[in-house]
C-alpha cells in the first residue's frame, strides 16, 4: 500500500529506525508533538502496517556466525507448487537468513550465516541441497561487509527517486 507521510511522519519513521527503543517522551520532543500526538501518529502507523514490528540487531560473529555466503539456487521447476513447496522448506532451515524469488539465471537468491568454511559444507550438505526441487548451488562467501543498512529512506510513496 503507497502511503502520503508529511515532515512528521518521515522524522517519525526515522528516529525509531535509528532507535526502537526510544520513548515516545524522547520520540515526541524529537519530532516537535506533544507527548499524545505523538503516540497517536506511531500508533496509526502501527495500525497501517508502515510500522512492521521491532527488532534487536545482534552481531553474528559475536554469537559464532562470522560468515555471510549468498547462494544462487535454481530449482527443476518453477511451477506455482514448486516454488510454494521449496519456500516452506527453506523458511525452516534457521541459518537461511533471507530469501528472495529472482529474475534472471536463478531462481532464488538465499542468504546464510556460517561459523566458517565446514558450518556452511554442513548447512550446503544437510540442508540447502536437500530442498524440494533443487537443481543447482551456486555459493560464494562474501569476503567482508561493506554497507549493511537497516534504516529505509522514507519519502512519500509517489514521490520518484532522485537518483
Given at each position: 500500500m503507497n502511503q502520503t507521510f508529511d515532515r512528521i511522519d518521515r522524522n517519525i519513521l526515522s528516529a525509531l529506525q535509528r532507535?526502537?527503543?526510544m520513548s515516545n517522551v524522547t520520540l515526541a520532543e524529537a519530532v516537535h508533538l506533544s507527548e499524545s500526538a505523538c503516540l497517536r501518529r506511531v500508533?496509526?502507523?502501527?495500525e497501517t502496517g508502515v510500522i512492521a514490528g521491532y527488532v534487536m540487531l545482534v552481531d553474528q560473529p559475536s554469537?559464532?556466525?562470522?560468515?555471510?555466503?549468498?547462494?544462487q539456487i535454481s530449482l527443476n521447476r518453477q511451477q506455482g507448487e514448486d516454488l510454494e513447496r521449496f519456500e516452506?522448506?527453506?523458511?525452516?532451515v534457521p541459518e537461511i537468513m533471507e530469501c528472495y524469488l529472482m529474475t534472471g539465471e536463478c531462481d532464488y537468491l538465499v542468504?546464510?550465516?556460517a561459523a566458517d568454511a565446514r558450518d556452511f559444507e554442513r548447512i550446503h550438505t544437510?540442508?540447502?541441497t536437500r530442498l524440494p526441487g533443487v537443481a543447482r548451488v551456486h555459493s560464494s562467501f562474501a569476503l567482508r561487509k561493506v554497507v549493511k543498512k537497516t534504516e529505509v529512506p522514507v519519502r512519500d510513496a509517489g514521490t520518484p527517486s532522485t537518483r
Open positions: 532507535d526502537g527503543r500508533r496509526q502507523l502501527e554469537v559464532g556466525y562470522p560468515s555471510d555466503v549468498f547462494v516452506q522448506a527453506v523458511a525452516e542468504r546464510v550465516i544437510q540442508h540447502l
